[in-house]
């Protein structure tokens, strides 16, 4: 089954505490992005990746990181979490042989960061 | 900037069609119209797209005024499990980036 995974799921963690949400698609996607979704904001992109080894920055990327050295995989990284990350995350995935460059989103990571 | 216009809100009555209008009056020859919904915070996901013929798949039909300002989504026989935000977005068709506004929050009633 074609799928966008993400874990964890749910995380509570404190301030200042390095975490990895991880992301993996089995579509060999090339393109990979990630959304946070927030009350009355909607959803965001945090980083994008057009490729391995290619990533860029989206709408609102400060106080992330990405990393994407295998196709399949797109991990997102919050080196020192502040209460202001606390959102639902979203992870997406795309390819221009696809139709109509149709996004699969996984199902989401709801982060809480005290 | 908002490229697309959507009321916040509709209701509909299971069984019946849904309308769900966009305003994208500001649209670019090279635009395309998607539509997703986010059903209660789960992942969006896609519905369909168009350029400025009607489009119809297995779930929804799609359809564009001839100026290309506006479009109806149209789910032809609404059930609970359409309760959703519907999400329709303008975008070049070979750009992957989706920017999201507040779409309408569409309840679909017994």
């Known amino acids: 089954e074609a799928q966008v995974t993400q874990n964890p799921r749910y995380l509570i963690t404190v301030t200042g505490k390095k975490l990895t949400v991880t992301c993996s698609q089995n579509?060999?996607?090339?393109?990979m992005s990630w959304y946070r979704q927030d009350p009355g904001l909607g959803l965001r992109q945090i980083y994008y990746s057009m490729n391995v080894e290619v990533t860029d920055k989206g709408d609102v990327p400060e106080g992330y990181k990405v990393s994407r050295k295998e196709k399949r995989n797109f991990p997102l990284i919050l080196e020192s979490p502040s209460p202001n990350q606390t959102s639902l995350y979203f992870c997406?995935?795309?390819?221009?042989?696809?139709?109509?460059?149709?996004?699969?989103f996984g199902p989401g990571t709801r982060l809480t960061v005290t | 900037d908002a490229k697309t216009t959507q009321p916040p809100s509709m209701d509909c009555a299971e069984g019946r069609a849904a309308n769900l209008p966009c305003n994208h009056s500001?649209?670019?020859?090279?635009?395309?119209v998607y539509w997703y919904r986010q059903i209660h915070s789960q992942g969006p996901q896609y519905i369909i797209h168009?350029?400025?013929n009607n489009e119809t798949n297995e779930m929804a039909s799609l359809i564009i005024t001839e100026d290309r300002k506006s479009s109806t989504l149209i789910l032809p026989h609404a059930t609970l499990r359409d309760t959703a935000v519907y999400y329709c977005?303008?975008?070049?068709?070979?750009?992957?980036?989706?920017?999201f506004g507040a779409g309408t929050t569409v309840t679909v009633r017994a």
């Open positions: 500001t649209i670019s020859g090279n635009e395309y």
């Open positions: 579509m060999n996607h090339e393109y």
């Open positions: 997406a995935s795309s390819s221009p042989t696809g139709a109509a460059y149709e996004q699969y």
């Open positions: 168009g350029l400025k």
């Open positions: 977005i303008v975008r070049p068709f070979n750009d992957y980036k989706l920017s």
